[in-house]
């Protein structure tokens, strides 16, 4: 290895963090004013990338040339901001102030609607854009071949970093910036158009982020998956740098960039890894990143979201749980075999979302990254079956141990922070395991997964596995729900209530945190174990962002407050999947809809609304 | 007996100096009021007292050890209960639930996941309430509760640890004279009974004289005078910065 070789992955690495860098400063600076994680900014990324490969060309028809290059790709950074202003004004507008969990999750329903959108208009085939008139393909440096758009993103990024300089600086638009991103409650006390301020704000972001989409057509396609993969990076970089704050990106952007250029020559496979692994240190030893500063309203400002009191069961609460029991143990008497096979899904996600709900309406930790259990539950179980050649039985007995250790592994991480930066870092966790899974092609199967992870024989008929889960998974939400009655329940609500409190009257909130998250996992694990043998093969998606998503739904669907909203909530999003998903091709842009309709209109659940309403009805029968 | 003994206490927030030297002892039985204008460093020296805040320099003595810079929780099962100035309780639980939490969580029970906690410390919890004077709203959620009772479950969750040295930061701030005097009242003979050291802050200068065995008067981060309530009353120096301003509640804080 060569001075000159390694000059030349320095340029790579450049190039990649510049580009990574231009659609970071855009969440970046949009979360420093609104204090809103936009999920949806991958998606204005991808939309830029797919109007410029439809903007470019056409100009270039026009006049080939540089220019005409540039103004394409600035057309569509200037639709993707308009359409950013559009989603403040319908939606971000109306949820500054909810709780994090619920501001996720709708921008995640946007990212959903886009999805579809994306494939309706543009089709699902990759295409890739001209290349950059003028720009040679390569050019020699040292020896070395160095791709001449390479050379121009490691200008551009800079370029950027200096123009936005100027903007924070030199306009009244960047004083209000960086007096909001400072302390949010000073600019409502200035007197300022706050509305004005966000929609400007979300405008520049999302143009930041249509740059950055349309500045890579001439070395990556635009594709339909690319707004997951761009926007755990661009969270990442966010993050390192410490979030709001701009000039912190350009320097974890170079972090990153240069990590992954050197890291992937000495382990090929680990560059997503290694983002992650930088991401899970630095928030370790510097919980607000390279340059963000801790923010005092932040977790402060949202009320208790999540459950608010415990009662034991009631006689109608008993009577539904009693009804409930019967119709599930009698089942297989009379269900066919397909509803059988939905009731064992439903079973697994409706454990999952239960032992999330422990973590989110319990402990008040709002996990973006939830799946991960489910997925290392249901690989172990997959691996030890297929690659070790254990039973079923001792491997479903190893399923929720092992997801319980590497929950509790991670989880001490975690439990240090609090709010948006503890999503972030579960997320984190999430996609690292993710990318180990699908990057570890020899033991994973990669993108494919394992097949052949069938029950043993005695379990083989879906009625008895469906008795296996049955069982297995009732007991283990009284289990769980047990442990919210008893002191470690309280005492993890507690810590959610009041830290402060919490710590004075001795309760150790971390350990506690801890304990919550080692448990939750192990239940999640038990159900991925569980769904791997139901399914017969173990692959990525069992990990993935989607996958997350799909259990804060069923949490945010049934409701927070309720212990048993989650479990209403898997079924209703699993029946709904299963009934409306081959009817239409447009299953995302409903799921998505659902969720923002959710969280604008009903953010109590199904449950949590039911409660409600039984409430009132009964103050109203009160002479 | 000196409970609580405090050396050269100081912290400084960004080059704020808002605690500095401070030195104090409090005895077992004893009420000492730590009174001073708002900003003073009353509650900081507070939470340095309790661990919430790690002192810059400094030795804080519970009798004899030093607890400087221990976390709260550590502090807390040596003996020290505290209330904060803003009320700090597990507002989704029922007022009972919060004493029951408090105490399950004294006798290291948090980590139980098996029996729930509803049965668990009942009597004992359902005692402290009587004693602060909540007890008929047992079972009412905190969140749902007049402020003024919510500084009466403060109270009971800092007597829940059984402590020998009681922090109170402003714990009547927000409450009627009435009330005021009663819950202070509350706090004396509780002291006196168990044989608790009191150190506590207070806007209300007529309670800090009528229940105070002694008196500390902080400004500006620094402890400016000290004595019986008779003698800080006379002292030129606390009248000018502190009484004088006004004779009822200088630097009232709501
Ligand atoms: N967490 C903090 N960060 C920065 N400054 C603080 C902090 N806590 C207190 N201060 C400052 O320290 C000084 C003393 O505050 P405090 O102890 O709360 O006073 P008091 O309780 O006597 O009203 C004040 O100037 C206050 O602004
Ligand atoms: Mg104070």
Redesign the pocket.
Same mark, same amino acid.
């Given at each position: 290895m060569d001075a000159s070789f390694l000059v030349a992955q320095l340029l790579t690495g450049l190039a990649s963090a510049s580009s990574l860098f231009i659609t970071a400063s855009g969440l970046t600076l949009v979360f420093g004013v609104t204090r809103i994680v936009n999920f949806a900014h991958g998606s204005l990324f991808m939309l830029g990338a797919y109007l410029a490969v439809t903007i470019v060309p056409r100009l270039l028809d026009l006049h080939y040339s540089l220019p005409m290059f540039a103004l394409g790709a600035l057309a569509a950074a200037l639709i993707v901001g308009l359409i950013g202003v559009a989603i403040e004004l319908i939606l971000l507008r109306r949820i500054y102030r909810a709780p994090e969990i619920f501001q996720l999750l709708a921008t995640f329903g946007v990212v959903l609607v886009v999805q579809d959108l994306v494939i309706r208009i543009w089709g699902p085939l990759d295409i890739l854009g001209p290349r950059a008139p003028g720009v040679p393909r390569s050019v020699e440096i040292l020896g070395q071949r160095i791709s001449g758009y390479d050379l121009v993103l490691i200008a551009v990024g800079p370029t950027i970093l200096g123009l936005l300089w100027l903007l924070m600086r030199r306009t009244r638009f960047g004083v209000l910036v960086r007096a909001a991103t400072q302390d949010r409650e000073m600019v409502g006390a200035l007197g300022v158009d706050q509305a004005k301020l966000f929609t400007a704000t979300l405008f520049v972001g999302s143009f930041l982020a249509g740059l950055g989409g349309a500045l890579q057509i001439p070395f990556k396609p635009a594709q339909p998956a690319m707004d997951i993969a761009i926007i755990s990076e661009t969270f990442v970089v966010t993050v390192v740098g410490g979030m709001g704050s701009i000039p912190g990106a350009f320097l974890a952007a170079i972090a990153i960039g240069l990590l992954q250029a050197f890291g992937a020559l000495i382990i090929p496979e680990s560059t997503l890894v290694m983002a992650f692994l930088l991401m899970a240190v630095v928030l370790v030893v510097r919980p607000w990143g390279f340059l963000g500063k801790p923010d005092a309203h932040l977790g402060a400002r949202t009320a208790i979201e999540g459950v608010k009191s415990l009662t034991p069961l009631d006689a109608t609460g008993k009577a539904v749980v009693a009804i409930a029991l019967v119709a599930g143990a009698t089942l297989p008497l009379w269900s066919d075999a397909y509803g059988l096979k939905v009731a064992i899904e439903t079973l697994c996600f409706a454990l999952a979302a239960f032992a999330l709900n422990l973590l989110i309406g319990v402990g008040g930790m709002v996990s973006f990254g939830h799946a991960a259990w489910f997925g290392v539950g249901a690989y172990a179980a997959g691996l030890l079956t297929v690659k070790l050649g254990l039973h079923m039985a001792p491997a479903l007995i190893a399923a929720p141990l092992i997801a319980g250790a590497v929950a509790a592994f991670i989880g001490y991480f975690i439990v240090r922070l609090s709010g948006i930066y503890l999503a972030m870092l579960t997320l984190a966790a999430a996609q690292l395991i993710y990318a180990l899974c699908f990057q570890w092609v020899a033991v994973t199967g990669g993108d494919n997964g394992v097949v052949g992870v069938w029950p043993a024989e005695w379990a083989a008929a879906r009625a008895v596995y469906y008795g296996l889960t049955f069982l297995l998974c009732v007991a283990a939400i009284w289990l769980l729900r047990r442990a919210i009655h008893a002191p470690f329940g309280y005492a993890l609500r507690g810590a959610r209530d009041s830290h402060l409190r919490a710590e004075a009257v001795g309760i150790d909130v971390k350990g506690q945190r801890l304990a919550a998250f080692a448990l939750a996992g192990a239940a999640t694990g038990l159900a991925g174990g569980l769904y791997a043998f139901s399914k017969g093969s173990i692959d990525p998606t069992l990990l993935s962002i989607p996958m997350s998503i799909d259990f804060l739904a069923m949490v945010l669907i049934g409701g927070v407050q309720t212990l048993f909203g989650p479990v209403i909530g898997a079924g209703l999003l699993h029946a709904a999947k299963d009934f409306i998903m081959p009817l239409t091709d447009l299953w995302r842009t409903w799921l998505g809809l659902t969720i923002v309709a959710l969280v604008l209109a009903f953010p109590q659940g199904v449950l949590g609304g039911l409660a409600q309403w039984r409430a009132r009805f009964a103050r109203s029968r009160k002479p | 007996m000196t409970v609580l003994a405090v050396e050269g206490l100081s912290?400084s927030?960004?080059g704020?100096r808002?605690?500095q030297n401070v030195g104090f002892t409090v005895n077992a039985g004893e009420l000492v009021a730590l009174i001073?204008?708002?900003?003073? +460093?009353?509650?900081?020296?507070?939470?340095m007292v309790g661990g919430q805040?790690k002192p810059d320099s400094g030795r804080i003595l519970l009798d004899g050890n030093d607890i400087a810079g221990l976390s709260p929780r550590l502090i807390l099962r040596r003996g020290v209960g505290r209330t904060f &100035?803003i009320a700090q309780s597990f507002l989704s639980m029922t007022v009972i639930e919060n004493v029951q939490l408090a105490i399950a969580a004294r006798e290291r029970e948090t980590m139980r996941m098996g029996a729930p906690l509803r049965g668990l410390h009942a009597d004992e919890a359902q005692t402290l309430l009587d004693k602060v004077g909540v007890a008929d709203q047992a079972e009412t959620l905190v969140a749902h509760l007049a402020y003024a009772d919510i500084k009466r479950v403060e109270f009971a969750l800092a007597l829940a640890a059984r402590p020998r040295m009681l922090l109170m930061?402003?714990p009547t701030a927000g409450m009627a004279p009435a009330e005021r005097k009663s819950l202070m009242t509350l706090v004396a003979t509780t002291a006196k009974t168990n044989g608790a050291a009191v150190l506590f802050?207070e806007h209300d200068v007529a309670s800090v004289f009528a229940h105070a065995d002694r008196v500390l008067v902080?400004a500006r +981060?620094e402890i400016i005078a000290r004595g019986a309530p008779d003698e800080v009353r006379a002292d030129p120096l606390v009248r000018e910065v502190y009484l004088g301003r006004s004779a009822g509640t200088p +630097?009232g &804080?709501r």
């Open positions: - | 912290k927030f960004d704020v808002a605690a001073g204008p708002n900003g003073a +460093g009353k509650s900081t020296t507070f939470n805040l &100035q930061d402003e802050t902080m +981060g +630097g &804080q």
